[in-house]
């Protein structure tokens, strides 16, 4: 997907089309996390929708829960989502920077093994 680096960097459109291809996965990815997260505290935590929306934005955005939960299974789900949330988020930042980090990289040369030379 992406050049080596003795190819030569990928012009303004490629590159526009790979931030736009990585943004629109990782925003999927966001996304689903999110319906999962409104499904999950809505079915098991028993919250109205508003409420479910409120809590699983707040987990996938790092804030925490807002509203209490009353029985075990829905606090084993928010412990779980909870985890998967973390994992997801920084899965989707990475997804996105990496056509950015990538062509940084690439413009400037930077050979990242250049530390580790055998002399």
Known sequence: MLEHRNSRLASTKQFRHRLLKTGLFSL????????????GYHYIAGLRWVDSFLNAS????????????????????????????????????????TPILHRFLHKFHIDPDEGERKE
Not at 28 to 39: D, K, N, V, W, Y
């Open 28 to 39: 999927f990815m966001f996304g689903t996390s999110l319906a999962i997260g409104i499904c």
């Open 58 to 97: 707040m987990i996938l955005g790092g804030m925490g829960p807002v509203d209490a939960l009353k029985n075990d299974t829905s606090k084993i789900f928010a412990g779980c989502y909870s985890l998967f949330s973390g994992v997801a988020f920084l899965s989707s930042s990475a997804i996105f920077l």
